[in-house]
Antibody, heavy 121, light 113 residues
Framework: EVQLLESGGGLVQPGGSLRLSCVAS????????MSWVRQAPGKGLEWVSS????????YYADSVKGRFTISRDNSKNTLYLQMNSLRAEDTAEYYC??????????????WGKGTTVTVSS | EIVMTQSPDSLAVSLGERATINCKSS????????????LGWYQQKAGQPPKLLIY???TRESGVPERFSGSGSGTDFTLTISSLQAEDVAVYYC?????????FGGGTKVEIK
């Protein structure tokens, strides 16, 4: 069964840092683009970042560019999101999502259950 | 950035009746060389992650009931639930994957009348 399991969320003060992880199973992780999508409380979905299979090519929403870093370890089937300089507006549920191919411009066919990030003093 | 606009924000439909959700993109998401619309639909039930329903604007994901269908091309798209079931209560989102930033519509909440 294809699964994505996020972890690493929590409560952090404004200006702080957090690293999210997403462990994949049930598919060849290294063959697919992976993404992070977030959802603020009571709001809609917002794409955050995507990373190509080899980990070199990365893409970010303007709202997180320069503060967040996406990476992956294909040997561990794990996707990461390093979040620095966190702001209150980064408070959200963060979902890890698998893209249906090895290109960024593709639909997201598998989603994890999410991990909650709360930025507050 | 391609802006995705959904309508209505919410709708209440009787069980067994048709539900129609519209999605409009600020520019075409039809890739001419492949003749594919880079448009997907997702369903999100309360407390759950999104689930892919439709991709390439009209292709149903494996396991998705036939009552869900997608149509449209270019900038105007529709998700139709032909006969609403109780388990279809959810928020539905359209998303374009034609270009980055990938963008979603604001969502349409579907309830039972």
């Amino acid at each position: 069964e294809v699964q994505l399991l996020e972890s690493g969320g929590g409560l952090v003060q404004p200006g702080g840092s957090l690293r999210l992880s997403c462990v994949a199973s049930g598919f060849t992780f290294s063959s697919y683009v992976m993404s992070w999508v977030r959802q603020a409380p009571g709001k809609g979905l917002e794409w955050v970042s995507s990373i190509h299979t080899g980990g070199v090519n990365t893409y970010y929403a303007d709202s997180v560019k320069g503060r967040f870093t996406i990476s992956r370890d294909n040997s561990k089937n794990t996707l990461y999101l390093q979040m620095n300089s966190l702001r209150a507006e980064d408070t959200a549920e963060y979902y890890c999502a698998k893209t249906g191919d090895n290109v960024v411009l593709y639909y997201m066919d598998v989603w994890g259950k999410g991990t909650t990030v709360t930025v507050s003093s | 950035e391609i802006v995705m606009t959904q309508s209505p924000d919410s709708l209440a439909v009787s069980l067994g009746e048709r539900a129609t959700i519209n999605c409009k993109s600020s520019q075409s998401v039809l890739y001419s060389s492949s003749n594919k619309n880079f448009l997907g639909w997702y369903q999100q039930k309360a407390g759950q992650p999104p689930k892919l329903l439709i991709y390439w604007a009209s292709t149903r994901e494996s396991g998705v009931p036939e009552r869900f269908s997608g149509s449209g091309s270019g900038t105007d798209f529709t998700l139709t639930i032909s006969s609403l079931q109780a388990e279809d209560v959810a928020v539905y989102y359209c998303q374009q994957y034609y270009t980055t930033p990938l963008t979603f519509g604001g969502g349409t909440k579907v309830e039972i009348k």
